[in-house]
Nanobody
Framework: QVQLVESGGGLVQAGGSLRLSCTAS????????MGWCRQASGKQREVVAA???????NYEASVKGRFAISRDNAKTTVYLQMDSLKPEDTAVYYC???????????????????WGQGTQVTVSS
């Protein structure tokens, strides 16, 4: 079984910063893309940022220049540094990991996907 453990959420004033982390553990042969999504109350879940195994990054337009995603492959951890936070960033943030459980899965391109439990980020005005 693969587990994702998130941490780093909380309450912060507008303009402040938070750093989220998400560590994957368990039966993992290789990790592909890692990312963060968020879901505000009453809204659909949206992708915030993603980072490939090679380090390429992509961001949702509203967070570009304010958020930075990174990963530590040795620790199988993905981070989301969030600066200049705005009240509209308030949401539950979920990490998402695409991975291969075995070499066989890797060889035949059969990835699995796992979501974290979510961590609340609240930005007050």
């Amino acid at each position: 079984q693969v587990q994702l453990v998130e941490s780093g959420g909380g309450l912060v004033q507008a303009g402040g910063s938070l750093r989220l982390s998400c560590t994957a553990s368990g039966s993992i042969f290789s990790i592909n893309t890692m990312g963060w999504c968020r879901q505000a109350s009453g809204k659909q879940r949206e992708v915030v940022a993603a980072i490939s195994s090679g380090g390429s990054t992509n961001y949702e337009a509203s967070v570009k220049g304010r958020f930075a995603i990174s990963r530590d492959n040795a620790k199988t951890t993905v981070y989301l540094q969030m600066d200049s936070l705005k009240p509209e960033d308030t949401a539950v943030y979920y990490c998402n990991v695409e991975f291969f459980q075995s070499y066989t899965d890797y060889r035949f391109r059969r990835p699995d996907e796992k979501w974290g439990q979510g961590t609340q980020v609240t930005v007050s005005s």
